[in-house]
């Protein structure tokens, strides 16, 4: 591929897990040092720490849903294609298809039924698990922005902005393609508003109904950023789970790159991705180096 011959790069983007990352501090805070107590008093005398989560999710499985099975396009729990799908009940949360203080209802009744009578404490630990899910301000609090993500995309949209309508570089869109309930977007998008302005559109599950790794959310991105004659685009999506880069590539004809863990080498390989495939101009880790060995770089920080 040569950039002259593509007339539109769309570079989309996952949202938690790639540009938002949860936070045990903020978490933490959000419990209180009594609810992080009791998590503590519960996995030294009841179980392994790392086992809270899987616990969490397996009592989220039974719990009742409006929504049908998803299946053969439900999100799954680990994002490889074939795993164990997500609980019917985070699905309809991330659809926003019924008030998140029902849901939470709904949670905490089948939790006083099946876990309350066996373990008071881990009855509490579980429900405040449930409060930071399924709480949009307690979600949104969480999460915080991935600094070396932001820092590529602020790279990006500079570079979208010094095009200039010229016709030798290619036009650059950003996009955001997430399930994600649509108040804890809303939230996110309202206190991070100056990281937001960079894209052109954000595709949301709660805006639009639908859920990755189904086509359906797929076909209505590339609807909104439907260009005279799109055979000339060029789509590349990062995402963190391989179940969404699988429909990505095999359903939507876009290029997949999997986020791995979120560190800086990671996002050090979507840079060089992007400039090798599209040959974009963007600082590389050299020139980065550079510019933090500049003094007036150094004083500016």
Not at 150 to 169: A, E, P, Q
Request: proline share 5%.
């Amino acid at each position: 591929l040569s950039f002259i011959d593509t007339t539109m790069i769309n570079v989309c983007f996952d949202w938690g897990g790639v540009l938002f990352q949860s936070s045990s501090i903020r978490a933490v805070r959000c419990m209180g040092w009594g609810g992080f107590m009791k998590i503590v008093f519960w996995a030294l005398h009841f179980n392994n720490p790392f086992n809270m989560r899987k616990k969490f999710t397996q009592y989220l499985q039974s719990v009742p849903s409006d929504i049908p099975d998803l299946n053969p396009y439900s999100p799954t729990l680990t994002g490889e294609v074939g795993s164990q799908t997500e609980p019917r009940i985070t699905c309809e949360f991330m659809l926003t298809k019924t008030p998140h203080q029902i849901i939470l209802q709904r949670v905490q009744a089948h939790f006083r039924e099946t876990i309350l009578p066996i373990s008071r404490v881990e009855y509490d630990v579980m429900a405040m698990i449930a409060e930071l899910e399924f709480v949009p301000e307690k979600l949104s609090t969480i999460l915080v922005p991935n600094r070396h993500a932001f820092k590529l995309l602020r790279d990006l949209s500079k570079h979208k902005n010094s095009n200039g309508g010229s016709t030798d570089r290619p036009t650059l869109r950003l996009c955001v393609l997430s399930n994600m309930n649509f108040e804890v977007s809303d939230l996110l998008r309202s206190k991070y508003r100056k990281e937001f302005e960079c894209f052109d559109t954000l595709i949301i599950s709660g805006d639009v109904g639908a859920l990755k790794p189904s086509p359906r959310i797929y076909e209505i991105l590339r609807e909104t950023l439907a260009n005279n004659g799109d055979g000339d685009d060029e789509w590349i999506l990062f995402d963190d789970h391989t179940e969404n880069l699988h429909t990505a590539t095999n359903h939507a004809r876009m290029l997949g790159h999997q986020i791995e863990g979120g560190g800086l080498s990671c996002w050090h390989r979507a840079r060089f991705l992007l400039i090798d495939h599209y040959h974009l101009h963007l600082p590389h880790k050299k020139e980065i180096i550079r510019a933090r060995m500049n003094p007036d770089f150094r004083q500016a920080a």
